[in-house]
């Protein structure tokens, strides 16, 4: 029984948080609400998983691995109910220091909120000027326009037309074609995102504004690219490619700088005494 409670203990204490607030808040919902998922007392609700997956955290999770997942610490956190963890010294201490990150985490975004954080287009400019060398590629990367189709015949016309009149046209033409199944303008891909192999032979060896063959990359998926611009490895590449990377390192720079501001004014303002103390 010892092992099976530290088995639990290291299973969900890192998200403790989650737990005990998610969880619990789960069990209040109002029986108006549409059940998902109801362990014991415990509901999962649909406006929950809604609401939920449209928050930064769960970025990236399907519907279906986020009621998994909540299935699955519901068991765990009643479990370890039943098993007292909640009542251990450790759970405790982890909860208490949880408790301070997230209270300063949410207090830091409302400060934030309130604060313009978001750098303007003349910083991002000046931030890249000053810093250019940090933005050098690397590796190789590829501006492509790019095609899907799930018939082959469909893709072959697509580049019949591309090359006899226009990308930009022969797309206009059969945007609505049934077997289009995908398409991308002007989107940027480093070097190792290209697979597989076949279709990153492809790109290589495209010449600027040249219409590659149709090419099978997966099953029953026929493509078709152009290569609109290549930069190569160790080069500096124009400000627009790596605009949003400029702007996240900004965004973060100022951030930082509003909090330790902000700290500084509570420090000042409230005259508070820090010592440190050393071994």
Known sequence: MMNFKKHLSRKILFSVVFVSLGIAACSKEKKSDKYVVKINDAVLTEDQIQASLAEN????????????????KEILYQEAVKEG???????TSILARSQK??????????????????????????YYENYRDDFKLTDDVFKLNSVYFNDFNAAVKFRDHALESSWKNSFNMLKNDPALIASES?????KYQIQPVSLL???????????SVVIE???LKYAVFQLIEKYSRETLPPMELVRDDVKN??????????????????????????????E
């Open 217 to 219: 990359p997966e099953p």
């Open 57 to 72: 955290f769960y970025r990236g999770k399907t519907r279906i691995e986020f009621i998994n997942n909540w299935i699955e």
């Open 249 to 278: 390192r900004l965004s973060i720079l100022k951030k930082n700088e509003i909090i330790k501001l902000y700290l500084d004014k509570l420090i000042a303002d409230h005259n508070l005494e820090i010592k440190r103390y050393y």
């Open 101 to 126: 990150e997230l209270a300063a985490g949410l207090f830091i975004k409302k400060i934030l909120e309130k604060e313009k954080s978001e750098p303007s287009e003349d910083e991002i400019i000046k």
């Open 85 to 91: 963890i909640l009542n251990e010294s450790e759970f």
């Open 186 to 190: 002007a989107q940027v891909y480093y």
């Open 201 to 211: 032979r492809t790109v290589i060896n495209l010449e600027k504004d040249e219409i």
